[in-house]
């Protein structure tokens, strides 16, 4: 049988007031920043921007925007209009209704302050914002990974959900 998963619904409460000001993805990896932006050098020896706060989520979420869902996680894997899915490949950046939504979702509605933080017992986490703004991630396996981390970009603190 498999380890029953409990975590603490208080993880995320230092995002409240906090605004969301980018948003992401490496390969299906999404990754949110919030708070005061600054620049580091990542491991390749390149300058990236970061915020205070990260998020990064291995699991399906989605973004509804006035009651309509606007993004989701499987939109990284459908190839964007214009692109035939003999030539898609959902790994490279700019190919995906992902990649084109994203720059409306950013264009349109970034940076957006976080109102609320709700988060369960078994991963679930939501993202209450400005302007009837939500983010929702859901843990969808049994098996004990990473579904999603809350990293301090200033402390370097990661807090894992689940390891």
């Known amino acids: 049988m498999n380890e029953e998963f409990r975590m603490s619904e208080n ?12 948003i ?11 708070g005061q932006k600054f620049y580091i050098i990542n491991r390749r020896g390149i300058e990236v921007e970061k915020g205070s ?7 399906p979420w989605r973004f509804i925007h ?5 993004l989701g996680s499987m939109d990284i894997y459908m190839p964007k209009e214009g692109v035939h899915e003999s030539d898609f490949n959902w790994d490279e950046i700019g190919n995906s ?14 940076p957006i302050k976080v ?21 929702e991630a ?4 049994s098996v004990k990974q ?17 390891e």
């Open 66 to 70: 006035q009651g309509i869902l606007v």
């Open 53 to 59: 706060y990260g998020i990064h989520i291995q699991c």
């Open 146 to 162: 990473e579904f999603w981390r809350l990293i301090n970009n200033v402390t370097k603190e990661h807090t894992v959900i689940f």
């Open 24 to 34: 992401g993805r490496a390969s299906d990896l999404l990754w949110l920043h919030f």
């Open 138 to 141: 859901m843990p969808n396996c």
């Open 97 to 110: 209704v992902f990649d084109e939504k994203i720059k409306v979702i950013k264009e349109k509605i970034l």
């Open 115 to 135: 109102q609320k933080v709700e988060s369960d017992e078994i991963g679930n986490l939501k993202l209450i914002f400005e302007d009837d703004f939500v983010f």
């Open 11 to 22: 993880i995320g409460n230092e995002l409240i007031n906090e605004e969301l000001n980018n």
